[in-house]
T-cell receptor, first 111, second 113 residues
Framework: DAKTTQPTSMDCAEGRAANLPCNHS???????VYWYRQIHSQGPQYIIH???NNETNEMASLIITEDRKSSTLILPHATLRDTAVYYC????????????FGGGTRLMVKP | DAGVIQSPRHEVTEMGQEVTLRCKPI?????LFWYRQTMMRGLELLIY????????DSGMPEDRFSAKMPNASFSTLKIQPSEPRDSAVYFC???????????FGPGTRLTVL
């Protein structure tokens, strides 16, 4: 699986949009971009995934650049409960469903 | 659905003792994963099963670690003998092969003294 690069930490004001970047410059054509988050003392939680089109669900939006070398996870109206570590993962779909977690971005939402 | 269930939630044991961690995946899920999380190494995949069969155990650190899945609704991760460096949070996750979302349990915090 391709490696990803994420900032170690970010801050966001409550109620504002949180934009979390991820670089995956060596991504292959058949690799998807997945985002998970881990709130303190809990197991990781799936957020969203995509291949090349932008995706949106009830939790977030995923914007993937046209060359697919980077992506941005957007939490449109961050709340204090969104404070967590966010992991960007690239993976060939159905490759045993394995996930390889990197260091992630620690997002702190502040009042 | 109750989600992925893990037991115990906390385990404190002494070096050399056997430790058994348990996991009940979500009903209908046919893939099960064991992860370990430490401050130093982050979240690591130890082993995963598809349809109760171990597919990849390359993440299992040593022969002291073993995992079984005797049926679709139960899996164990055993450490024998345990060592202080095994102290970590161990997560179990399950998924279907149709959907790629993995559902994680609450984890077992293991402390080996």
């Amino acid at each position: 699986d391709a490696k990803t690069t994420q900032p170690t930490s970010m801050d966001c004001a409550e109620g504002r949009a949180a934009n979390l970047p991820c670089n995956h410059s060596t991504i292959s054509g058949n690799e998807y971009v997945y985002w998970y988050r881990q709130i303190h003392s809990q197991g990781p939680q799936y957020i969203i995934h995509g291949l090349k089109n932008n995706e949106t669900n009830e939790m977030a939006s995923l914007i993937i650049t046209e060359d697919r070398k980077s992506s941005t996870l957007i939490l449109p109206h961050a709340t204090l409960r969104d404070t967590a570590v966010y992991y960007c993962i690239v993976r060939v779909d159905n490759a045993g469903n394995m996930l390889t977690f990197g260091g992630g971005t620690r997002l702190m939402v502040k009042p | 659905d109750a989600g992925v269930i893990q037991s115990p939630r906390h385990e404190v044991t002494e070096m050399g003792q056997e430790v058994t961690l348990r996991c009940k995946p979500i009903s209908g899920h046919n893939s099960l994963f064991w992860y370990r999380q430490t401050m130093m190494r982050g979240l690591e995949l130890l082993i995963y099963f598809n349809n109760n069969v171990p597919i990849d155990d390359s993440g299992m650190p040593e022969d002291r670690f073993s995992a079984k899945m005797p049926n679709a609704s139960f899996s164990t991760l055993k450490i024998q003998p345990s060592e202080p460096r095994d102290s970590a949070v161990y997560f179990c996750a399950s998924s279907t092969r149709t959907f790629n979302e993995q559902f994680f349990g609450p984890g077992t915090r293991l402390t080996v003294l």
